[in-house]
Each structure stands twice: as structure tokens, then as C-alpha cells.
């Protein structure tokens, strides 16, 4: 029965509100799960509200008692568990307003799609419903910016759960909320549910991204002084200009609201700087264009006036601090140009200065007095009584596997000293240092009472394990590998532990170190490595890679280091090293004799006087320092401060050779505004030898030399600066006899193919960087993407002119010798003849060659470029591009260089 039969002479109409609302839109597409399923279209925005109809009474309505109440239609819910949602009970009287209330109080509860009562003219309550489905699934189709794990948790859907329209209507704008936030304006949402058996659904959201919102224009109205294009760089959002704007501006060029408030106050800060001290913006307004793509951006500004500064005094409560005195150090004067930020750095310093003193809480208050006849600003730096602080303990969490000792021993301020900003900031600079933790890791200061404080850190600990793995095949070094792994806090307690493998066809390596920061909670650091080196030397006959000498050292070295004061450090070390250097015999030997005696031999003809001079087993026992000088706020990743370093090694104390190496070396780092970092470095090297050595060959050993190239200068190949030695063949006829030119000289083959070139180091050197590191977008930043521009100058030069080999065409080496049996006489023939009978060949032809001594001078070279540092997924990823542009005769250039590793 409807209440139209229950009350026929009710007077009004009574509309029920509807609660289960109806999503507009709704549509499906069809998925198959389980057995076969139904797609289902949502029909209308609007659902029809379920009302009891009712006819106007003639007389008043009466009530009737409730009999008895019972449902149907429920599969997952209970009939008590419906019951309990109305208020109607058996026994109560009801009319059409308590029917309505129990409709109401069904629909509230957000569980139903349908209901109905019935039996409302007996008492006998019937409530008929129809359950919302529950949700078997979401699936969400489309999304490729945002993935999955960004989306799910913030809708409110979820597997095994009611599923409601209302709740699905919020989940729409809840995804649209978040494509906004990555400035995509334009995206649409539409929901579709599939019907599956046994009343569940899945929930199918079909996402189109739509392009990226990005701001088309941007205009400012009522800016006299400066000009749009003068305001526009002072911001952080930019005006879309397409690629590769749009990629080195990081994503400043999409709509963000949250960006367009900070440049609203990024403005302000500009003029304020400028001295215009009553602007303000009047309004900011950004509308999408007519084709939902774009954003057009107006600001509304009031510049006003230009002020200067007026009288500027401090009055100084502290008895420590001179009113006076601080009055003359102050940056401004009267008459500058008012300038906000210089007011706040006055503040800073001032606070600073007392902090110094051990005022850690000192209140520096600015006073104003504006004087709009005169257009100045009158300003009086209050430096309010404050009382002297003293550290009562210091707090450090957020360390899981570092130790506690680790951290405070950095720490230039102890419990119970009194406060000292400097201290404080070197603390800081000194845990940054670690590598242990996060970037730009603050101190955060507590008051506990006017004269006490706590000093508390918060730490993130990140990966202090490097680990680099490189793998590859080439015709030139067949199959290579090199593994390197490093702990630099090993056991939490800032030890280091490094192991390095490296195997190709043209070298082979292990070592293994280990360095104890403290030894014996002391501030003395003591390590130690051990090391076996196999390596293949190698030239290069045009573009052909050939292996020269074999250097295998064995040894070990043990390092001491000591601070000398705060900000200077001593190291010393000792070194025995066992070094062994040999020529393939196969390659570079011949029997002097023939079939003589003599064993066979190096020869110079095949390596090069040089190069044989160098064979032999050699002990090599040195003893040497290091001092370094460092104000570096960061010694991984510096900012800002200066390091210069002096080394030297003296090897001499037994051993084979004798020698003093020095090197020194100079960096400054400058933090110039807007994230760019300019970097200056110098550095330089001399080798000088304690014995004389014979003529033609120099007393420093090839392997003791100094070499330049990449990676330490950028645009040239691996050794391809300094002193070498080109062997260039001559051009000859078939029969052996030269090509001469047109003044009757002889030629070299033009083929660059053919020419030998050999490194063989220098004693000295110089190294220059000039290096701007350039900051990127927040997007770009955040995927450890560090891009610089560079310049690199430096030299390699002093070696003693080995002996050279000159065998000109037709002399008695570039013949073929043939010899009669029994020791008879010796002919000689051309290259491309045969013995004359009776004799046999002992002696091949040698090429006619000339060997040339290039490359040894101090003028500089010169490279430019550009280069990227990567965090990469696979590990930290270095890529330079550099042009040299200054060279000299026999330089080898490389123009691409990469290094890749990985940390944990």
C-alpha cells in the first residue's frame, strides 16, 4: 500500500529528498570477469526522488501503530542491520512525516540504490530495497603521466567496498585536482561502471590527460618604471616558448597557482629592493583561454614613490655591543636608495654578531619612520637586552645506522659551552661534509630559558655506498670489466672501506683500502691500502691501439693524518712499492747474432731507444705529505669557500730510485645568486731527480712522469697532452729508393694511418678549470640533473729529448741482408728482393722511419665545453662534450668523454 491509499484525504504533496544521487555521464564499456557481465549506463545527472503520493484530505490525518516491520530485497545486510538505520519501531505511532524520516534515514546511510516502504495502510511495514553494489575493482585507463600509485591513494573507492555515485563524483574531482596540480587544465575524467554477477561492479575511470596548461602571456598593467620583460625575469613562472625553452626552464612555463602567488610576492620583493616602498599588487588574475589549453596571466601593480634612506641608527641594549661602533659598520647610508633586503641582512649580521658573542636569542628589531614629503626612510636597528646562552645539551635523531659519537664529534660546540654562532655554523658545514646524510642539513636552535638552550639534529640518513660496475666488449680491449665498491661510513662509525677490480686485455688490478677517521676516539686518522696493478701501456698507429710495456707493481702504503688546526689538516704516508716492466718479446725483440749465442734482445728499431731503457725490476720506497688548507662548506658537493692543498713525495729512503715529486693545488668556489655555482681551480706539479742519468735518457722513469689528458683536461684523449715521440714512415718506391719532393727532400707518407705515437710524459705541469655549474627547473633538479659549462687550460712539458732513430731509405737497416753459407760475406738487397742464390736471408728489411720529438712545451692548451652530472637509475652519470681550441703538434683531441657508476 502507498501512503496515497494510507492518508487519501492528506492536504500537501510530500517530496522525499533524494540521497543516493545520480552521476551524470555515467557511461560503460563492456569488461568480461568471471562469467559473462553487463554493461550498465548510468542514465541521468538527476534521479527521479521517490515521493508517497498522496490526495487532498477532507479531514485531518490520523495516525496509526506500527505492527511490525520487516525487509526485503537485502542480500549482504541483515534485516536488524536495516531496522537499526530508522527510527520507526514496532509498537510507535506513525504518520507520513515519520515515513518520510525513515526513507531519508535509509538513504543517509548511502548503502542503497532503491527504496521503498510498503504496507504503510496496515502497520505492517514492509521496506523493500535494492543494495548498492560493491566494488570488485578500480581500474584506471589512460593515465600515463600520473601513475597508479600517485592516483589510488587519494581517491576514496576502493576493492571490497560500497560503491556510491556521490563517492564517485568525488573521486572524479579528486583526479582532476591532481592533473591540475601538474598544470594540466584540460583534463577529463569519466567514470563507467561494468555490472558483474552477484550485485559487484567494476569502477572504470577513463582518464584524458590532455596537454600540459602553459602560460601563453603574461601581462602587467600600471608598471612605469620597469618594463614588462625587466618584471617577467624577476618571476619564477616564464611565458611558453616551445622547445628546448620549455626543457631548460624545468616546467616554469605551465600554470601552478601556488607559483603565480610566490611571484606576486617575488615582485614585491623586487621593488622593495628598489626602493619602492609602498607597492603592491593590486590584483592577479589568470583566465584560460577560450580553447581550455592556455593560461593568460594579468597582474594589476601600484609602484608608488621611490624612497631613499633617511637617518639610520642603532640603539643597542647590550652592554657588549657599542651603538655607536655598530652604526659605523652599518652597510647603508643616508641618502642610498632604500633597499629592503639590505635592511634583512643587517638584521641577520646583527643577530649574528651576537651570536658570536654568545647572545643566541637577541631580538634586533627594525623601526620605520616613513616620511612621504621628503620620500626617505628613517630606520632605527633596536637591539633589544638579551641574556648570555649556554648549550645545556645537544639532541640528535633520526640516525639508524650511524652512531651517535660520529655526529657530535663533528660538533665545535660541547654540552654546557657557551653559545657561538660561528661554531655553530662550522658544526653545520662539518656533519654536512659526511656525505651521511641529507643536503643542506640545518641545527635547529630550542630555547629552554632565557640563558639555556638545546641544540638539536634531525638527520635523513641516504646510501654512503658507492658501488660502479662497467662492463663492455671492443675490438681493441676484447672483453673488460671494472668493479669498484666503497663504504664510507662502514659499521655506522664513519669508517671506509674501498675494493676495486679491474680486468681488460690491457689491464688488470685489485686493491683494497681501509681508513679509521679516529682512531681510538681520538682525532688522529690512520689507513692503510694494498694493491697489485697490471698494466699494458699502449700507442697508437693511426687508429690502431698497440700495446708498448708491461708494468706490474705490487705494494702498499700506510697514511696518518692529523689536524693541525680547524681548518688545516696534515696526512703523511709511506709507500714500497716492487715495479717490474717488460716488452713483449715477440713484438719488440730480435737476436742480435742470429743463430749466434746472444739471446735475443730488445730493439730499438722495433720500440724505441725510450722504451728499452725502461726494462727492468725496480723497488720504489717513498716517504711523503700532504697539507691541506680547506674553508669549503661542503668538501662533496661545495658552494662556496676556498681549499689549496701541498703534496710531496721524496723516494729515496733504499729503493732503486731517487726523486722528489711535488704537487700543489688551489680551488675557490663562489656562490654568485639564482643557483649558479662558479668554480676556480688551479694546479701544478714538478718532479726533480737526485741522479744525472746518461745522455738521451732522462732520470725520471716514463712510469714516475707526469701525464695529462682525460679526464683531468677535458677535450683531449687519455695522455693526449705533452712531450711523445711520432714515428712517421718515409715514402718510398717499390724498389726501396726515396720520394723525394721538388727541392730534392724526402717525404713522409701522408697517411696518418701509419704514424706511431708515443706518450712519454713530462716533468711538469700545469691545470686550470673555470667551471659554472647552472641551476635547472625543480623537475629537472629533482632527477639529480647537475649541467655545467666549462674551461680548461693547461700544459705538459720538461722531459730530457730521448735519443732518436733516423733510418733513411736505402740505408743499411732498410735492406734485406742475406748471408752465404759457412759464415760467408753478407749482401744486402731492396725491400722487395729475393737473396741471390746461394744465400739465405738473416735480416728482414726495416721500415725506413724517422722519429720525431713533439709536443714538449709549456704554452697552453685550451678546451671548452659543456658537461652534465646525473643521478641516474644506474648510478652517477657523468657526460662532458668539450672542443679544444687551442692545441699544439701532436696532441691527441677526444671530443666526448662519460663515466657511469651506481651507490647504495
Not at 596548461?213 to 618571476?235: C, F, K, P
Not at 705529505?625 to 689549496?644: E, Q
Request: proline share 5%; glycine share 8%; charged share 25%.
Amino acid at each position: 500500500m502507498t501512503s496515497h491509499q494510507a492518508f487519501p484525504k492528506g492536504r500537501h504533496l510530500c517530496t522525499l529528498l533524494l540521497v543516493g544521487t545520480a552521476l551524470g555521464g555515467f557511461s560503460a564499456s563492456a569488461h568480461a570477469q568471471g562469467g559473462q557481465s553487463q554493461q550498465t549506463q548510468v542514465p541521468a545527472p538527476a534521479q527521479q526522488v521517490p515521493t508517497v503520493p498522496l490526495t487532498p484530505p477532507s479531514v485531518a490525518p490520523t495516525q496509526q501503530v506500527v505492527r511490525s516491520i520487516s525487509v526485503t530485497g537485502n542480500q549482504r545486510l541483515e534485516a536488524e542491520t536495516v531496522i537499526s538505520y530508522i527510527t520507526l519501531r514496532p509498537g510507535e505511532a506513525y504518520d507520513r512525516s515519520r515515513i518520510d524520516q525513515a526513507l531519508r534515514e535509509l538513504y543517509a546511510t548511502e548503502l542503497f540504490a532503491d527504496v521503498q516502504i510498503a504496507g504503510v495502510e496496515t502497520g505492517n511495514i514492509v521496506i523493500q530495497v535494492r543494495e548498492n553494489p560493491v566494488i570488485n575493482r578500480i581500474i584506471l585507463e589512460g593515465n600515463r603521466r600520473l601513475k597508479d600509485d600517485k592516483i589510488l591513494p587519494e581517491i576514496r573507492l576502493a576493492a571490497r567496498q560500497i560503491f556510491t555515485r556521490s563517492r564517485a563524483r568525488a573521486d572524479v574531482a579528486r583526479i582532476i585536482e591532481l592533473y591540475r596540480r601538474q598544470g594540466r587544465f584540460a583534463a577529463r575524467v569519466e567514470p563507467k561502471i561494468v555490472q558483474l554477477d552477484q550485485n559487484r561492479v567494476d569502477v572504470v575511470f577513463e582518464i584524458d590527460e590532455g596537454p600540459r596548461s602553459r602560460v601563453r602571456q603574461i601581462n602587467i598593467i600600471g608598471n612605469q618604471a620597469y618594463n614588462d620583460s625587466r618584471l617577467i625575469a624577476e618571476m619564477a613562472t616564464r611565458e611558453a616558448r616551445g622547445f628546448p625553452f620549455n626543457v631548460l626552464g624545468g616546467g616554469n612555463d605551465t600554470y601552478d597557482p601556488d607559483r603565480m602567488a610566490f611571484d606576486q610576492q617575488k615582485l614585491r620583493q623586487f621593488y622593495l629592493t628598489e626602493g619602492y616602498a609602498d607597492f603592491r599588487v593590486v590584483s592577479a588574475v589568470a583566465e584560460l583561454t577560450p580553447d581550455r589549453r592556455d593560461f593568460i596571466i594579468t597582474y594589476v601593480v601600484e609602484e608608488g614613490p621611490r624612497y631613499k634612506f633617511g637617518d639610520v641608527t642603532v640603539n643597542s641594549e647590550i652592554r657588549d655591543f657599542s651603538s655607536e661602533a655598530l652604526q659605523n659598520a652599518l652597510p647603508m647610508r643616508t641618502g642610498d636608495w632604500y633597499n629592503a633586503r639590505q635592511v634583512e641582512d643587517t638584521v641577520t649580521r646583527l643577530n649574528e654578531l651576537a651570536g658570536l658573542y654568545g647572545y643566541a636569542f637577541t631580538d634586533v628589531e627594525p623601526r620605520f619612520t616613513r616620511n612621504p614629503e621628503t620620500l626617505t626612510m628613517n630606520i632605527n636597528f633596536q637591539v633589544n637586552e638579551a641574556q648570555r646562552t649556554y648549550v645545556e645539551r645537544i639532541n640528535i635523531s633520526g640516525n639508524t645506522n650511524t652512531a651517535d659519537k660520529v655526529i657530535r664529534r663533528e660538533f665545535r660546540l660541547a654540552e654546557g659551552d657557551p653559545f657561538n654562532s660561528i661554531r655553530l655554523r662550522r658544526s653545520r658545514d662539518r656533519i654536512n661534509s659526511l656525505g651521511y646524510f641529507q643536503e643542506n642539513l640545518e641545527i635547529e636552535q630550542q630555547e629552554l630559558a632565557p640563558d639555556r638552550m638545546a641544540l638539536n639534529v634531525e638527520v635523513e640518513e641516504r646510501a654512503t655506498g658507492e658501488l660502479q660496475l662497467s662492463a663492455g666488449f671492443s675490438s681493441i680491449e676484447q672483453f673488460l670489466v671494472n668493479l669498484s665498491v666503497q663504504q664510507r661510513n662502514f659499521r655506522g662509525l664513519g669508517q671506509q672501506l674501498r675494493a676495486a677490480i679491474n680486468y681488460s686485455s690491457y689491464s688488470r688490478s685489485f686493491e683494497l683500502g681501509f681508513t679509521e677517521p679516529y682512531l681510538f676516539d681520538r682525532n688522529v686518522a690512520i689507513g692503510f691500502d694494498l694493491y697489485r696493478r697490471d698494466l699494458n701501456s699502449f700507442n697508437f698507429v693511426g687508429n690502431e691501439r698497440q700495446s708498448t710495456f708491461d708494468e706490474v707493481t705490487t705494494g702498499g702504503q700506510i697514511r696518518v693524518g692529523v689536524p693541525l688546526t680547524e681548518r688545516m689538516q696534515l696526512a703523511l704516508r709511506y709507500s714500497l712499492n716492487l715495479s717490474e716492466i717488460g716488452l713483449a718479446p715477440e713484438i719488440y725483440f730480435s737476436d742480435p747474432d742470429g743463430t749466434g749465442p746472444l739471446p735475443p734482445a730488445c730493439d730499438p728499431l722495433l720500440a724505441g731507444r725510450y722504451l728499452c731503457d725502461l726494462l727492468g725490476e725496480r723497488v720504489v720506497s717513498s716517504l711523503g705529505y700532504t697539507l691541506v688548507y680547506s674553508t669549503l662548506n661542503n668538501s662533496l658537493r661545495p658552494t662556496n669557500g676556498f681549499r689549496a692543498l701541498l703534496s710531496q713525495d721524496f723516494a729515496g729512503l733504499g729503493g732503486d730510485v731517487r726523486y722528489l715529486r711535488t704537487r700543489a693545488s688551489a680551488a675557490r668556489y663562489w656562490s654568485i645568486g639564482g643557483g649558479f655555482v662558479l668554480s676556480a681551480s688551479a694546479e701544478g706539479g714538478a718532479i726533480f731527480s737526485f741522479e744525472e742519468g746518461e745522455p738521451g735518457v732522462d732520470p725520471i722513469l716514463l712510469t714516475d712522469r707526469f701525464t695529462l689528458g682525460s679526464p683531468q683536461m677535458r677535450g683531449f684523449d687519455i695522455r693526449g697532452v705533452g712531450p711523445r715521440v711520432l714515428r712517421r714512415l718515409y715514402e718510398v718506391n717499390a724498389d726501396g729508393s726515396p720520394v723525394l719532393d721538388a727541392n730534392g727532400n724526402l717525404t713522409f707518407e701522408e697517411s696518418d694511418d701509419q704514424v706511431r705515437d708515443e706518450a712519454i710524459g713530462g716533468r711538469y705541469y700545469y691545470l686550470g678549470h673555470l667551471e659554472l655549474e647552472i641551476p635547472v627547473g625543480n623537475s629537472i633538479r629533482e632527477l639529480g640533473i647537475r649541467p655545467s659549462v666549462f674551461v680548461d687550460v693547461g700544459a705538459l712539458w720538461g722531459v730530457r729529448q730521448p735519443n732518436l732513430l733516423n733510418l733513411t731509405p736505402q740505408s743499411e737497416l732498410t735492406l734485406r741482408t742475406c748471408q752465404a753459407a759457412n759464415s760467408g760475406p753478407i749482401t744486402r738487397v731492396a725491400p722487395n728482393a729475393q737473396c741471390p742464390e746461394g744465400t739465405t736471408l738473416i735480416r728482414e728489411a726495416a721500415p725506413a722511419f724517422a722519429e720525431l720529438f713533439v709536443g714538449d712545451t709549456p704554452s697552453p692548451r685550451v678546451s671548452v665545453g659543456f658537461g652534465v652530472n646525473w643521478n641516474s637509475p644506474f648510478g652517477p652519470f657523468r657526460i662532458d662534450v668539450a672542443y679544444p681550441l687551442l692545441s699544439q703538434e701532436g696532441d691527441d683531441t677526444r671530443i666526448f668523454t662519460f663515466n657511469v657508476g651506481t651507490a647504495f
